[in-house]
T-cell receptor, first 109, second 111 residues
């Protein structure tokens, strides 16, 4: 079993919909949780990060961490075609990040 | 401000050939990383360098070597390429660890 599980998708939704992306993890020692966005043939870029449990909002994006359930989510409101990308979750363990496999998101105009 | 740069962008090798992937960052970061990304596998850490002069193995170091030439540059060497090393390679740097900045990647095909 992988330490971080993420549904690879693809997830296809119409423009304007609310998108929910999720990861589950097994290591209760994780404290830092990150979401990266990766466009096709590009390197990942940091979207949001949170420390411990709770919510964090940045514009149309909300990151949520539920440590009791070992579950993190990224919500995208008013989704746009430009949000079409692969979204990777990552969690910090000591000196390195442990990555999910990524969910491919497609926003249909 | 170029961020993280990688060369080459694309490379084709024959089994047994060697090559070095170059990475440089201009953000004055202490930490640098080399990852490989394969379909369905996510990003896997090959080697990392917490500071100039230090390197450590990551999850998948076999078949690779690294050199932290100075604070800016971190190279990855394949001594004898194998088809299993066909992948997309990303270099990243960070300060602090959570906010990693990635280069554009090198696509490597080993025949």
């Amino acid at each position: 079993q992988k330490e971080v599980e993420q549904d690879p998708g693809p997830l296809s939704v119409p423009e304007g919909a609310i998108v929910s992306l999720n990861c589950t993890y097994s290591n209760s020692a994780f404290q830092y949780f990150m979401w990266y966005r990766q466009y096709s043939r590009k390197g990942p870029e940091l979207l949001m990060y949170t420390y411990s449990s709770g919510n964090k909002e940045d514009g149309r994006f909300t990151a949520q961490v539920d440590k009791s359930s070992k579950y993190i989510s990224l919500f995208i409101r008013d989704s746009q075609p430009s949000d079409s990308a692969t979204y990777l979750c990552a969690m910090r363990s000591n000196y390195q990040l442990i990555w999910g496999a990524g969910t491919k998101l497609i926003i249909k105009p | 401000n170029a961020g993280v740069t990688q060369t080459p962008k694309f490379q084709v090798l024959k089994t047994g050939q060697s090559m070095t992937l170059q990475c440089a960052q201009d953000m004055n970061h202490n930490s640098m990383y080399w990852y490989r990304q394969d379909p369905g596998m996510g990003l896997r850490l090959i080697y990392y360098s917490a500071s100039e002069g230090t390197t450590d193995k990551g999850e998948v170091p076999n078949g690779y070597n690294v050199s932290r030439l100075n604070k800016r540059e971190f190279s990855l060497r394949l001594e004898s390429a194998a088809p299993s090393q066909t992948s997309v390679y990303f270099c990243a740097s960070s300060e602090p660890q959570e906010t990693q900045y990635f280069g554009p990647g090198t696509r490597l095909l080993v025949l």
